[in-house]
């Protein structure tokens, strides 16, 4: 085989996967989406393939190339940035462009390997990234798309290529890409689903290492207050504009978030600080929120521990944040109104369970203050279930990059196959 060949089953695989995405979203539907994301994928790779072949852009070479899906990325890993600075290790940030961006500034070039014409928009835009930025050490934050592979034909071992997980890695229909050398996990929680998962796209070394958002500061004081309560609320404009989740996964998070404000409206005695999630839709909770003096908007500059240190407990739905305000030292109380089990983050093991109205909410909330220590107690047993590190993985992190990019031995870890068992799960 060649070395123009030697990747051209990957694409066979990601065709495969492709269609499985698609149909997800529904039979008709998904054969629908499909044919036309094919069709226009199609036609974009004879454009570019049309284009002359040009010198690779030199946007000077970087030890660690950070690749972001969000505008908010480079600062949601900040301070691993600063670590990896503080370690003489050269780190750029890049903001993975759209498909129509990539060709109104023509950016990509040829791979070095055969790469069908389906595929070139995604595979040669990798290419460029690779080839102009000369990077040791590429990172993401994408346990989904297809691109991540892209990334790893690209590098073809020149480059070591890792995915940073920013939550519990599911056990649902997505989060199966795992076509990277290292995928750095939360914990033993997430690598025993990664285990389980029927569906793995690509194989990878997994290593457990810890939740990089949680600081490297001590958990907060106990608090005396028994009134105020924050609520992380999920009103996420990517979730709410996804073409996968379906229209009972964005229905429930205005359910949930209708509970909460119902029992904000009925018990007046309850303060109410609502943090907004990263990409939260403007306005959407604060129209919810319309005309309740107990309910605050905390601003989206406010930092997490600051957000924590103003409530006694908190308020969630299946929100990684979860895992950060336990770690700070508040307790939880779950709003949920389905009858889904309790799989991903098991919050319900180590506190109450679910609330499914306003008024279960109230009487969680009193048990909470009626129970606190027991329910402070819970934090604990929470967060060491999920997190192999609490206040060391920035560090720990940022030591095993600096390591594969001086040439450095592995990051210890559980070896895992490609497993493509579950192509056929979806009818």
Known sequence: MTDREAFYPRYLVLDRFA??????????????AHAGKLLLATLAGIAISLVPRREAPDAGACEVLVIHG???????????????????????????AARLERVRRWLFLPAAHRVPLRWRLDAWYAAYLVRAHRPS??????????????????CAGRARTVNISHGVTPLGDNASMFDVDYYLVLGGSSLDHCRRRRLRIGSTRVVEAGFMTIGEGHPLAPSTDRRTLLFLSQLSAVMLASRVATSEMKDLLFRNTGIVMAFA??????????????????????????????????????????????????????SNAALEVAALGRPLVVVNDTEAPDAYLETERFFQPRARTAAELFGRVRTLYEQYDAQLRGCEAFVGYHLARVRDAVPFQADLLAALVRGGPEPAGEDLPERLDGLTEVA
């Open 265 to 318: 409206r009925e018990h007046p005695e309850y303060m109410v600080l609502v943090r907004r999630h990263p990409l939260e839709v403007p306005g959407l909770i604060e129209g919810m929120a319309a005309g309740l003096a107990n309910v605050t908007v905390l601003p989206d500059s406010m930092g997490m521990r600051e957000a924590v240190e103003r409530a006694s407990g908190a308020i969630v739905m299946y």
């Open 19 to 32: 269609w499985y995405n698609a149909r997800r979203a529904g039979r008709v539907l998904g054969r629908v």
């Open 70 to 96: 969000w505008g908010g990325g480079e600062r949601y890993v900040g301070a691993l940035s600063r670590a990896l600075a503080a370690r003489g290790v050269r780190v750029r940030h890049v903001l993975r």
């Open 137 to 154: 050490v590429v990172v993401t934050f994408d346990n989904e798309s297809v691109f991540v592979a892209m990334l790893r034909m690209a």
